[in-house]
């Protein structure tokens, strides 16, 4: 939640921190990060793109518990350092923080330390710092200065190391040029490489050191925890709902060769798949946030496949009340081996439909003019193994990357085959419970009370979130 009028807040009742450090160090991106949001602010390369301090705020559940201060880089640290050590000197019997209020209090419009005192004025107004580095950057004076000033205010600092990614050496050296200052309880949270974990430590170290916002804060973490696994868990039934989509879906093609219908099959099965795929790309990404401009999908390489339902398959004899191990039904299975024709039809098939028909006629309306289809010789055109394999896979590396994608990345996700994901447990008995159910294509109240399928979409939904 950004809020454009901040008097519109009660500032008293809410915690207020300050995100400060240098230039260019990532503390947009931070907040961008902690709202899920992009629209927070200007993030550029160039230093100095944050010239004024912008508010936003957190909530839980609408109730408002924190605001979040972005304010401009320290650019200046060394004549800022110099200005307050000139008035410590004035003022001997002045605290430290009264020196920055002195300081603050009497700057000049467009005096050259104009925008040090933007970010001085709103730390003295905040309760807790959040002073954010480039663990990248070496330990130089600048950031000792900065640190000596901010420690002035008396305020709790919590350090949080940003772009931490295949940087440890760094981090490392940073954690001991930070002991001196007895800074220990510094944080990890890349705001490009996002972690859940991370953003709920954040909030629990913040708890450690303003105990009167307790309460409040951990409202937020279990709101913010809650509405975590409630973003994935939409992801992952998103991507089920896709898998389920193509593999039931199918074109009826007759035995008689014919090019130009062959052509127009393949056409639309091809063209059904990718829009299909294109639109749960859209999904995923409003879901979590992003726009179109985050990622880029290689056109999936859909491959057709000939199917034909198998009259026998347990789901379908179950569908129609038989059980398995009934003689009717084996006595129908081990007739379909029987290549003999009984008026246009073979016996296996004779006594499937005879099996079937004493299940009753509402049943047999279910899959009825299937099993006829089969028994004229109709086969149906699908999307392959390979194809639901490609699709799986890659929309599972997708879900994982969205889910640890900071919105302070500038990079596009490329997403292709995805080949080091794996897939679920019984692939091969899912896709052909699918394929053998082509009305769960369509959502309905009858496919979500099916107990096989809610078995399918359960194994789907979990794997899919099993290496959050």
């Known amino acids: 939640m950004i809020v454009k009028n901040p008097h519109r807040l009660d500032h008293h009742a809410l915690l207020n921190i300050a995100v400060v450090g240098h230039t260019n160090t990532g503390k947009t991106s931070l907040i961008r990060t902690m709202l899920r949001s992009t629209e927070f602010g200007v993030i550029e390369d160039a230093a100095g793109t944050t010239r004024h301090v912008e508010q936003a705020t957190i909530a839980a559940d609408n109730e408002p518990i924190l605001n979040l201060y972005d304010t401009p880089g320290l650019e200046d640290s060394r004549a800022l350092f110099a200005h307050i050590k000139k008035l410590q000197a004035k003022s001997r019997l002045l605290l430290p923080a009264q020196i920055l209020e002195h300081f603050v209090t009497h700057v000049a419009v467009n005096d050259p330390l104009e925008q040090e005192a933007k970010v001085i004025r709103q730390v003295l107004r905040s309760d807790i710092l959040l002073y954010i580095i480039d663990v990248r950057e070496p330990f130089l004076e600048k950031y000792r200065l900065e640190l000596d ?251 994982k990357k969205l889910m640890h994608r900071g919105h302070a990345a500038q990079d596009t996700l490329h997403v292709d085959k995805a080949d080091s994901e794996k897939l679920p447990d019984n692939w091969h008995k899912i896709t052909s419970a699918l394929r053998q159910n082509p009305a769960w294509q369509e959502a309905s109240v009858a496919r979500n009370n099916n107990p096989q399928f809610q078995e399918i979409e359960a194994k789907l939904v979990g794997s899919l979130l099993d290496e959050r």
């Open 149 to 399: 000033i901010l420690t002035q205010s008396a305020k709790p600092i919590i350090p949080v190391f940003n772009f931490i990614a295949e940087h440890q050496p760094e981090l490392a050296k940073w954690r001991q040029h930070l002991a001196v200052y007895h800074m220990h309880a510094t944080l990890e949270f890349d705001t490009v490489a996002f972690s859940f974990e991370a953003e709920k430590r954040l909030y629990q170290k913040i708890q450690t050191l303003v105990e009167s916002h307790y309460t409040p804060l951990q409202k937020l973490i279990d709101y913010r925890a809650t509405l975590w696994n409630q973003l994935c868990l939409s992801g992952a039934k998103r991507v089920t709902e896709l898998i389920v989509n193509v593999a039931c879906y199918r074109e009826s093609k007759t035995t008689k060769n014919n090019l130009i219908a062959d052509s127009l099959i393949e056409n639309r099965l091809h063209d059904f798949v990718r829009k299909a795929e294109q639109r749960c790309l859209h999904d995923l990404l409003a879901i979590f946030n992003f726009s179109d401009k985050d990622v880029a999908i290689q056109k999936i390489p859909v491959s057709d496949g000939q199917w034909q339902l198998d009259i026998f398959a347990p789901g379908i004899l179950k569908a129609y009340g038989l059980d398995v191990g009934s003689a009717a039904a084996k006595g129908a299975a081990a007739g379909a081996g029987i290549d003999l024709m009984v008026g246009g039809m073979s016996l296996g098939a004779a006594s499937a439909l005879g099996a079937i028909a004493g299940a009753g006629w509402s049943t047999f309306r279910r899959y009825g003019d299937e099993i006829k289809a089969t028994v004229k010789g109709t086969k149906w055109q699908c999307a392959d193994e390979t194809t639901l394999q490609i699709l799986y896979l890659r929309q599972k590396h997708l879900l």
